[in-house]
Nanobody, 118 residues
């Protein structure tokens, strides 16, 4: 079992910045890909960014050039630096991790609210 704990959400004005963190804990051998997804009201959950264990990175087109994903493998933690935030970035942001226990399983955090508004 893996627990993912997110932090760093909040209210920010358009053009502002926030940094999300997600720490993985529990019983597992290793973590493959970690990432961030988001879900706005009335919309489906969508990919924001992912990063593999060897730091291969993938971004949604809507956040390229504004968001930066990174991870610290020693701390089993993934970060999302969000700059130049727009109102359309408002959503609940979820951390995701693929972790090896007895098998490879997918885990989700509880979500953290990001609101971009003046």
């Amino acid at each position: 079992q893996v627990q993912l704990v997110e932090s760093g959400g909040g209210l920010v004005q358009p053009g502002g910045s926030l940094r999300l963190s997600c720490a993985a804990s529990g019983s597992f051998f290793s973590i493959n890909t970690m990432g961030w997804y988001r879900q706005a009201p009335g919309k489906q959950r969508e990919l924001v960014a992912t990063i593999s264990s060897v730091h291969t990175i993938n971004y949604a087109d809507s956040v390229k050039g504004r968001f930066t994903i990174s991870r610290d493998n020693a701390k089993n933690t993934v970060y999302l630096q969000m700059n130049s935030l727009k109102p359309e970035d408002t959503a609940v942001y979820y951390c995701n991790a693929e972790a090896w226990g007895a098998i490879l399983e997918d885990y989700w955090g509880q979500g953290t609210q990001v609101t971009v508004s003046s």
